[in-house]
């Protein structure tokens, strides 16, 4: 059953922390991207990688890292240095850095205590 | 820097009604323009993908048009149902990523 797996689907964090999310997918996709959406908003890229061991910071990426060490898993750290990170996280990849559709996974929503 | 804007941000139509979404984008120079499904708590679920040489694209209920030149795209979708009752996100692609409007939900009331 392919597609895309993120985890975990709630997580809390104390301020000061930092928190890894997943996410992996198995579509053999070389592309792939971490957005975040807040209510009301459309989505905002955080971080995106067309393969591994490379990756490039999209339009919101101060207080966040990744790495692509695998094809199948690009991990997004939410740092202390985030001032507002409570939001739902969406991560996507796509077959090409191209014209491709992409496909998401089913979100992690963060709540910062 | 490209924006896309969605109206209406809501809307409410009973069950049966044909309904048209807009999507607006200031910057022509894309790829392609995608619509996304999104239903509560939920990732997003593609619809209709329109590469910026095609005018529009159909599946089922469901039509998508690209006016690339006047930076408009419509999602038609017929004979509504409560089943289609969600968030409706148009998203464009220039470069390397995508950049998305806020949505409009919709509410199909059987």
């Known amino acids: 059953d392919g597609g895309i797996t993120q985890s975990p689907k709630y997580l809390f964090r104390k301020e000061g922390q930092n928190v890894t999310l997943s996410c992996e997918q198995n579509l053999n996709h070389d592309a792939m991207y971490w957005y975040r959406q807040d209510p009301g908003q459309g989505l905002r890229l955080i971080y995106y990688?067309?393969?591994?061991?490379?990756?490039q910071k999209g339009d919101i990426a101060e207080g966040y890292s990744v790495s692509r060490e695998k094809k199948e898993s690009f991990p997004l750290t939410v740092t202390s240095a985030q001032k507002n990170p409570t939001a739902f996280y969406l991560c996507?990849?796509?077959?090409?850095?191209?014209?491709?559709?992409?496909?998401f996974g089913p979100g992690t929503r963060l709540t910062v205590l | 820097k490209q924006e896309v804007t969605q109206i209406p941000a809501a809307l409410s139509v009973p069950e049966g009604e044909n309904l048209v979404l807009n999507c607006s984008f200031t910057d022509s120079a894309i790829y392609n323009l995608q619509w996304f499904r999104q239903d509560p708590g939920k990732g997003l679920t593609s619809l209709l993908l329109?590469?910026?040489?095609?005018r529009e694209q159909t599946s089922g209920r469901l039509n998508a048009s690209l006016d690339k030149s006047s930076g408009r795209s419509t999602l038609y979708i017929a004979a509504s149902q409560p089943g289609d009752s969600a968030t409706y996100l148009c998203?464009?692609?220039?470069?390397?990523?995508?950049?998305f409007g806020a949505g409009t939900i919709l509410r199909v009331k059987s």
């Open positions: 990688s067309q393969i591994v061991n490379d990756f």
């Open positions: 998203a464009v692609r220039g470069g390397n990523k995508l950049v």
């Open positions: 329109i590469q910026s040489s095609q």
């Open positions: 996507a990849s796509s077959m090409s850095d191209s014209t491709d559709t992409q496909y």
